[in-house]
RNA sequence: GGCUCCAUCGUCUAAUGGUUUAGGACGCCACCCUUUCAAGGUGGCAAUAUGGGUUCGACUCCCAUUGGAGCUACCA
């Protein structure tokens, strides 16, 4: 059997988001699982949307989820460059090829005669379609006109013509082809369209599956009409559902759709973000099994894959980064928690503090709200308090505490539960007033375990300066 | 509007036409645990869009309706 090959084919017109990055995982699982190549192909071909910064993100969104490529930018291949960019002369040269067996042709309108042409066909409830004025032009009106005016090269549908191949995904598709607009394959900059590049590419490259969105299903004829002309055998199709937003469209950076490297950067680990995306449009067993990489290298098929668009739901992202938070290594979380602890923070310090905190994270970016009081006195105001007697027990908890040599949990939850008792006060109530005036929250993590990382005098300050508030 | 596709709890989904009072997970609610918040444990609420067929039997097959999505660029 040939060697699987397959490929992501990013546009560097911004950052991918969860939708785009879910496509490359989804190919690369089949890659490993095959044993077949990963390509990485960068869709460089619209100058206008080009963004300079976005293929660093690409790279980056690839090397921090850890679907490593075998050809593609930086490391290279014997298929390259893999830079559409750069790859010009072969989709000019295939233009003309098409031209040349009478599937393509010139076409010389302005979009100022396109876009009236639009205009009036929706005007008289027509379809928007190309009205093939250039393919009448003579031979020799061609060569006259190509010396002077802009031209671009359209793809000549055949007419009335039913495409029907066999999607892995999406099942038995057919279109007839009086529905597929005569697409510009060729600008008039020289740069090609998707639907020329893709094309070329893929069969150049020797890519065997294409595996994306199923935005692009519409467009298959097109591709199809393109390899029949140049005789050129078809790559498996399969097109993913789409990932909506909360709203149910199509997930985009219009609607604020985030990157993994946004989601990152709030405090996601990239194995939850993993096991997420894996779930969105695929399934296994309950869809609760925390997979890593491997695991999905080994569980992962084709064959699960949903027709139906999913939506994209963040608390289940946020259920699989509590799981793998509590997985992780106290060291592991401390390191983790690097880009959100205070800089000064002391990793001894941190060691200690994670235990506290791990159980109660969702996202790493929780530290902040959980534990900065270890690192910042609270602004206590007495308003905070909503035991009236808080002031006694904050009074009596700091004669009790003075007086601990050891300044250890037992003995400061020790002598705290014998003054709870010789008072008679509600356990709760204490603990809460105290809670407060060391943390200066209602909700913190276990408080006296918490003193004991501040220390004896810190803990002891903070009583004093509670009371006074 | 046209074309293509889709339709099970709020969300992700399971259920070779009979094993199903439609299962699980997230979320939600309640309870337990508990010095707060979590975590953990137990339980609960919650769905086959509608109408027709086919069949002894339909979530599953067919048709229609309704609803939804995608596409409809010299964007990808």
Same mark, same amino acid.
């Given at each position: 059997?040939?060697?699987?090959?397959?490929?992501?084919?990013?546009?560097?017109?911004?950052?991918?988001?969860?939708?785009?990055?879910?496509?490359?995982?989804?190919?690369?699982?089949?890659?490993?699982?095959?044993?077949?190549?990963?390509?990485?192909?960068?869709?460089?071909?619209?100058?206008?949307?080009?963004?300079?910064?976005?293929?660093?993100?690409?790279?980056?969104?690839?090397?921090?989820?850890?679907?490593?490529?075998?050809?593609?930018?930086?490391?290279?291949?014997?298929?390259?460059?893999?830079?559409?960019?750069?790859?010009?002369?072969?989709?000019?040269?295939?233009?003309?090829?098409?031209?040349?067996?009478?599937?393509?042709?010139?076409?010389?309108?302005?979009?100022?005669?396109?876009?009236?042409?639009?205009?009036?066909?929706?005007?008289?409830?027509?379809?928007?379609?190309?009205?093939?004025?250039?393919?009448? !032009? /003579? *031979?020799?009106?061609?060569? %006259?006109?190509?010396?002077?005016?802009?031209?671009?090269?359209? &793809? $000549?549908?055949?007419?009335?013509?039913?495409?029907?191949?066999?999607?892995?995904?999406?099942?038995?598709?057919?279109?007839?082809?009086?529905?597929?607009?005569?697409?510009?394959?060729?600008?008039?900059?020289?740069?090609?369209?998707?639907?020329?590049?893709?094309?070329?590419?893929?069969?150049?490259?020797?890519?065997?599956?294409?595996?994306?969105?199923?935005?692009?299903?519409?467009?298959?004829?097109?591709?199809?009409?393109?390899?029949?002309?140049?005789?050129?055998?078809?790559?498996?199709?399969?097109?993913?559902?789409?990932?909506?937003?909360?709203?149910?469209?199509? !997930? /985009? *950076?219009?609607?604020?759709? %985030?990157?993994?490297?946004?989601?990152?950067?709030?405090?996601? &680990? $990239?194995?939850?973000?993993?096991?997420?995306?894996?779930?969105?449009?695929?399934?296994?067993?309950?869809?609760?099994?925390?997979?890593?990489?491997?695991?999905?290298?080994?569980?992962?098929?084709?064959?699960?894959?949903?027709?139906?668009?999913?939506?994209?739901?963040?608390?289940?992202?946020?259920?699989?980064?509590?799981?793998?938070?509590?997985?992780?290594?106290?060291?592991?979380?401390?390191?983790?928690?690097?880009?959100?602890?205070?800089?000064?923070?002391?990793?001894?310090?941190?060691?200690?503090?994670?235990?506290?905190?791990?159980?109660?994270?969702?996202?790493?970016?929780?530290?902040?709200?959980?534990?900065?009081?270890?690192?910042?006195?609270?602004?206590?105001?007495?308003?905070?308090?909503?035991?009236?007697?808080?002031?006694?027990?904050?009074?009596?908890?700091?004669?009790?505490?003075?007086?601990?040599?050891?300044?250890?949990?037992?003995?400061?939850?020790?002598?705290?539960?014998?003054?709870?008792?010789?008072?008679?006060?509600?356990?709760?109530?204490?603990?809460?007033?105290?809670?407060?005036?060391?943390?200066?929250?209602?909700?913190?993590?276990?408080?006296?375990?918490?003193?004991?990382?501040?220390?004896?005098?810190?803990?002891?300050?903070?009583?004093?300066?509670?009371?006074?508030?």
């Amino acid at each position: 059997m040939e060697k699987l090959r397959v490929r992501f084919a990013p546009s560097p017109t911004g950052v991918p988001h969860i939708g785009n990055t879910r496509t490359a995982l989804f190919n690369w699982l089949l890659t490993r699982q095959n044993k077949g190549q990963f390509i990485v192909r960068i869709e460089d071909t619209d100058r206008k949307r080009f963004n300079s910064q976005s293929l660093d993100k690409i790279l980056e969104i690839l090397k921090f989820l850890g679907l490593n490529w075998d050809e593609g930018p930086q490391t290279g291949g014997s298929y390259g460059p893999y830079f559409q960019s750069q790859r010009l002369d072969l989709y000019q040269k295939t233009a003309e090829e098409l031209v040349k067996k009478g599937a393509a042709y010139y076409c010389f309108c302005s979009p100022q005669r396109l876009e009236k042409l639009r205009k009036e066909q929706r005007a008289k409830g027509q379809i928007p379609r190309y009205d093939r004025h250039c393919l009448s !032009l /003579s *031979k020799a009106e061609v060569e %006259k006109k190509k010396r002077t005016e802009k031209y671009v090269i359209r &793809l $000549k549908m055949p007419d009335s013509k039913i495409f029907s191949w066999h999607d892995l995904i999406q099942g038995d598709i057919s279109i007839n082809s009086k529905e597929v607009d005569d697409q510009v394959l060729l600008k008039s900059d020289g740069f090609p369209t998707y639907h020329l590049a893709v094309v070329v590419d893929d069969h150049l490259m020797r890519i065997t599956h294409v595996v994306r969105g199923v935005e692009w299903i519409s467009s298959v004829p097109k591709h199809l009409a393109i390899y029949e002309a140049l005789g050129w055998p078809v790559p498996k199709l399969a097109h993913l559902p789409l990932i909506l937003g909360s709203d149910r469209t199509k !997930l /985009s *950076k219009r609607h604020g759709a %985030k990157s993994i490297l946004d989601y990152r950067d709030e405090g996601y &680990l $990239k194995e939850a973000l993993i096991n997420f995306m894996a779930y969105l449009g695929w399934s296994y067993r309950d869809n609760a099994q925390l997979l890593s990489l491997e695991d999905l290298v080994k569980v992962f098929n084709l064959k699960n894959i949903q027709k139906q668009n999913c939506v994209f739901d963040i608390q289940k992202l946020d259920w699989f980064n509590g799981q793998y938070i509590r997985m992780k290594l106290d060291k592991e979380l401390v390191e983790l928690l690097k880009p959100f602890v205070p800089q000064n923070a002391d990793k001894e310090i941190l060691l200690k503090i994670v235990p506290l905190i791990k159980e109660r994270m969702i996202k790493l970016s929780d530290f902040s709200k959980m534990a900065g009081f270890f690192f910042k006195r609270p602004n206590v105001n007495s308003s905070l308090f909503d035991n009236k007697n808080y002031q006694d027990h904050l009074k009596k908890a700091l004669s009790a505490l003075q007086s601990i040599e050891v300044w250890k949990e037992p003995e400061i939850t020790g002598v705290l539960m014998k003054i709870i008792k010789d008072n008679g006060w509600k356990t709760g109530d204490f603990f809460m007033s105290l809670r407060i005036a060391v943390a200066g929250s209602h909700q913190t993590p276990p408080i006296n375990d918490s003193a004991v990382i501040l220390g004896k005098e810190e803990t002891l300050l903070r009583l004093n300066e509670a009371l006074k508030a």
